[in-house]
């Protein structure tokens, strides 16, 4: 199908369908592309819009990986679906790295690497011309070492060279009936486990089943993180009123203890985006690199 622009589907501020032009531009002058698609809100309209320019000429790729919830991968089919989206899933393996399961600082990096490795090769088998993903102008403020690896494999990041936001993000895909435009942030399932916790399937396992039942509970934003036998639940401060009910939480106690906890506990600051990095030091987020967009046309292009 002929690469083609499109107009906006539904009224937004002028400044932001300039962005959203400045987009469509971007990735048409980048295709044929693959998209990084884990059904979040950012991978979920980067897939759309590369759609929209590039028609066939954009293939969607959802890893299969323990550290991804299935809760995602359906988002994810009801996305490729609703817009007839080019779409496969592909298998990562970066459980079989020490490097990623001993779970430092830059445990993002060696996720990150293993998965633009596995859509590098599949771009070069199938004959597309570069990978991209969904980093914004919010992940800038905080630490990001996943970036450093789109950065080595040349995976371009289009929100960053057009300088789109979260918010924004949300209000194109709500312009354009995206079903993932009011999920709550998303994150990998291993960024529950504090600096140090070794990453098992086992622990990502407890996690995802423990946040599926948080939202049963009626739960919207929330975290639950994994503390050996603790479990630190974070939840949006305006639902905490609600978990401090005696009641609510004892239904909580017996909905997460029995996954292998001695504890539940419930965060009084509530859920804040970034919490797994308040631990770090100073040193420690100085020595990343900013992020910056990445425009070349893959690493054999550069």
């Keep these: ?24 531009r971007c990735l048409q002058h980048a295709g044929p592309v693959l998209v990084a698609f884990s ?69 993002c990096y060696h996720c990150k690497t293993e998965l633009f490795t596995v859509l590098g090769q599949l771009r070069d088998t199938l004959g597309y011309a570069a990978v991209a993903y969904g980093v914004n102008m919010d992940d800038t403020g905080d630490f990001h070492p996943g970036h450093r690896a789109a950065e080595e494999q040349g995976v371009l990041s289009p929100y960053l060279e057009v300088g789109l936001g979260k918010q924004e993000i949300r209000a194109l895909s709500r312009a354009a009936h995206v079903p993932s435009a009011e999920l709550p942030a998303s994150a990998c399932l291993d960024s529950r486990l504090p600096y140090g916790t070794k990453v098992t399937a086992e622990r990502l396992a407890q996690v995802e089943e423990g946040e599926e039942r948080l939202h049963a509970l009626g739960f919207q934003q929330l975290r639950l993180r994994h503390h050996g036998t603790l479990a ?71």
């Design 39 to 107: 059904g979040g809100v950012d991978s979920s309209y980067l897939a759309f819009a590369a759609h929209r320019v590039l028609g066939s000429g954009v293939l969607a790729v959802t890893a299969l990986s323990p550290s991804y919830p299935r809760s995602h991968r359906e988002v994810a089919l009801a996305v490729v679906e609703r817009f007839g989206i080019p779409h496969r899933f592909v298998e990562t393996d970066e459980m079989a790295q020490e490097s990623y399961r001993a779970n430092g600082p830059d445990r």
């Design 232 to 302: 630190r639940v974070e939840l949006a401060p305006k639902e905490l009123p609600r978990a401090l009910d005696p009641a609510m939480a004892q239904r909580i106690v017996a909905a997460i203890k029995p996954l292998g906890f001695r504890f539940v506990s419930l965060d009084l600051e509530g859920y804040r985006s970034g919490a797994l990095n308040e631990e770090l030091t100073q040193g420690e987020r100085d020595a990343q690199p900013p992020l910056l967009p990445i425009t070349r046309l893959g690493p054999e292009r550069a």
């Design 1 to 24: 199908m002929a690469p083609r622009m499109a107009s906006p589907l539904a009224p937004i501020p002028s400044d932001l369908q300039q962005k959203d032009a400045a987009l469509q």
